[in-house]
């Protein structure tokens, strides 16, 4: 038995967002074939996690250091203490989330913020960061209506880079699934979507 975590950063309605169809194709296919398995799933817009910034960064700094804590900080230095241990409780995790704006969603900016403490997933070293948390699979998914695969477009997708350099950091290499182009192609569109749903379904299975 395995503890699953599907994370979803889309908080569009199914029918106009690639990335929910993937996000559902992928939970009904592993809960189909994977019965035994705790399925945890977070859905980042509603969670509506506070904005990472100063009040986290004083309270996670105050409590390494043994100092007191206003209520405020104490809040949400316990926030992101409850998130980085269900991350680290997780066997599997699913991360699905579209590229807005050449970008990840600011929740799972914020979310993967909460995560990224040093000395609980990944160390300073003289060589360089060194990773805590792998040994544990890892398969993002993720849309995009234009075509961000070729060299010349590269450089402009700063959403499956981020959220895979971020995880690379604390020692965690994923899996990726990714559809794109139906926005560019649109006389296509169906049957891209098609086969990456295909393929998404398909993973579940395996993971």
Same mark, same amino acid.
């Given at each position: 038995?395995s503890?699953?975590?599907?994370i979803k950063?889309n908080?569009?309605p199914?029918?106009q967002?690639v990335?929910v169809?993937?996000?559902?194709?992928?939970v009904k296919?592993? !809960? =189909?074939?994977h019965p =035994?398995?705790v399925?945890?799933?977070?859905?980042?817009?509603a969670? #509506?996690?506070p904005?990472?910034?100063?009040?986290?960064?004083?309270?996670?700094?105050?409590?390494?250091?043994?100092?007191?804590?206003t209520?405020e900080?104490?809040?949400?230095?316990?926030?992101v !203490?409850?998130?980085?241990?269900?991350?680290?409780?997780? =066997?599997?995790?699913v991360?699905a989330?579209?590229?807005?704006?050449?970008?990840?969603p600011?929740?799972?900016?914020t979310y993967?913020?909460?995560?990224a403490?040093?000395?609980?997933?990944? !160390?300073?070293?003289?060589?360089?960061?060194?990773?805590?948390?792998?040994?544990?699979k890892?398969?993002?998914?993720?849309?995009?209506?234009?075509?961000?695969?070729?060299?010349?477009m590269a450089?402009f997708?700063?959403?499956i880079?981020?959220?895979?350099?971020?995880?690379?950091?604390?020692g965690?290499?994923?899996e990726?699934i990714?559809?794109?182009?139906? #926005?560019?192609?649109?006389?296509?569109?169906?049957?891209?979507?098609?086969?990456?749903?295909d393929q998404?379904?398909k993973y579940?299975v395996?993971?």
């Amino acid at each position: 038995m395995s503890n699953v975590l599907m994370i979803k950063a889309n908080d569009r309605p199914l029918e106009q967002s690639v990335t929910v169809q993937m996000y559902e194709t992928f939970v009904k296919t592993y !809960r =189909d074939t994977h019965p =035994d398995d705790v399925v945890t799933e977070l859905d980042l817009f509603a969670l #509506n996690l506070p904005n990472y910034g100063n009040t986290a960064l004083t309270a996670l700094f105050k409590r390494s250091q043994g100092q007191e804590l206003t209520p405020e900080e104490t809040n949400i230095a316990d926030l992101v !203490r409850v998130h980085i241990d269900q991350f680290l409780a997780s =066997d599997k995790v699913v991360i699905a989330f579209p590229l807005w704006n050449y970008a990840a969603p600011a929740p799972l900016i914020t979310y993967l913020s909460y995560l990224a403490q040093a000395g609980t997933m990944f !160390r300073y070293t003289p060589e360089g960061p060194v990773g805590l948390a792998g040994g544990r699979k890892v398969v993002l998914l993720n849309a995009r209506g234009g075509i961000y695969s070729t060299e010349n477009m590269a450089p402009f997708e700063g959403a499956i880079r981020f959220v895979k350099s971020n995880l690379m950091l604390w020692g965690i290499t994923p899996e990726e699934i990714i559809i794109e182009g139906h #926005n560019q192609m649109p006389a296509e569109a169906k049957d891209i979507i098609q086969k990456g749903l295909d393929q998404t379904a398909k993973y579940a299975v395996t993971f």
